[in-house]
C-alpha cells in the first residue's frame, strides 16, 4: 500500500444549501474517480472537510478492503449527509488516501490473442442459449396449488380458471 494521498479543492463562496453540497460533491467524485482511474488506482481511505465561517467540518471512512473510483461518488454522498454545517460553507476538500494499484481483472476469455478459437467459443455458448432456451411462464400449466384453489374457492371458479383445470363449466 502505498502512503500517497491526493485531494481537491472546490471553492463554493458561502453556498448555504444541500443540493449545492451535493452537487459539489458529485463534481469532487467524478473528478478525482478520472484521476485515480487514470493512474490505474484504487483507495481505502477517503476524506470530506467543509470550510465554513465557524470553522472547519471534517468527516472520514476507512474500508477494510480497496474501493474502486467508480465508488468514490456513493461514499461522498454518504458523507456529505452526516456534515453537520450550520454556516455557509466556503469550499469542500476531498482527500482519498491508501492509494494501491488496482488489481488486473481480464475481462477477455483469451484476450484476442486467438480470434477463431474465441469465434468458435461464442458459437458454441449460442447454440447453448438456444437449445436450452428458458420456456415463457405462460406455457406452464396451471400447478396443482392452482387447481386446488379454483376447485374449492367460488371466487376463483371463473371460466377461464374452470378450463385450466381441464373441466367443463358447469352452470347451476
Known sequence: M??????Q????GG???????????RELADSL???LKSKGLVYQEVSLAADTEDGAVKTAGRFTRSQVPVNL???LNRMASRL????PVESLTVTVAGLARASVEQLNLFDGRDPLREERVHRVLDEINRSHALTSASSFE???????????DPYR???KAVEVTGRKAQGK
Open 2 to 7: 502505498e502512503s500517497k494521498s491526493l485531494s
Open 33 to 35: 474517480a478520472a484521476e
Open 157 to 159: 371458479q371463473e371460466e
Open 9 to 12: 479543492l472546490l471553492p463554493l
Open 15 to 25: 453556498a448555504t444549501d444541500r443540493q449545492t453540497l451535493a452537487a459539489a460533491c
Open 84 to 87: 453537520r454545517i450550520h454556516a
Open 73 to 75: 461518488r456513493l461514499h
Open 142 to 152: 396451471t400447478d396443482r396449488r392452482e387447481r386446488m384453489l379454483t376447485f374449492y
